[in-house]
């Protein structure tokens, strides 16, 4: 079992920055490969980005490459997704989610999901 709590979100003007964290509990972190969506009201959850166990592998949805950066620390079952550039485009819902494999960009292949952290991109 794995609880996954997220924590950053806020307001913040377009061009500016936040860094999300998600917070595991439990002593498998290291196992999962974890990721980031996103889900703006009206619209389905997308997937945001993803890495895997250890770290070497990342992935991320094509409007966010080059701004945001999915990172993890196993030592501090912690991932992050640093955002850069911020567009109100962005402005979503944030959820980290754990899946027992390889990071996909399918929701139900992620076996725990956190609450979510809104972001909240003003123009």
């Known amino acids: 079992q794995v609880q996954l709590v997220e924590s950053g979100g806020g307001l913040v003007q377009a061009g500016g920055s936040l860094r999300l964290s998600c917070a595991a509990s439990?002593?498998?972190?290291?196992?999962?490969?974890m990721g980031w969506f996103r889900q703006a009201p009206g619209k389905e959850r997308e997937f945001v980005a993803g890495i895997d166990w250890s770290g070497s592998s990342t992935y991320y949805e094509d409007s966010v490459k080059g701004r945001f950066t999915i990172s993890r620390d196993n030592a501090k079952n912690t991932a992050y997704l640093q955002m850069n550039s911020l567009k109100p485009e962005d402005t979503a819902v944030y959820f980290c989610?754990?899946?027992?494999?390889?990071?996909?960009?399918?929701?139900?292949?992620?076996?725990?999901w956190g609450q979510g952290t809104q972001v909240t991109v003003s123009s």
């Open positions: 439990g002593r498998t972190f290291s196992t999962y490969a």
């Open positions: 989610a754990a899946a027992s494999y390889a990071p996909t960009v399918v929701t139900g292949t992620y076996d725990y």
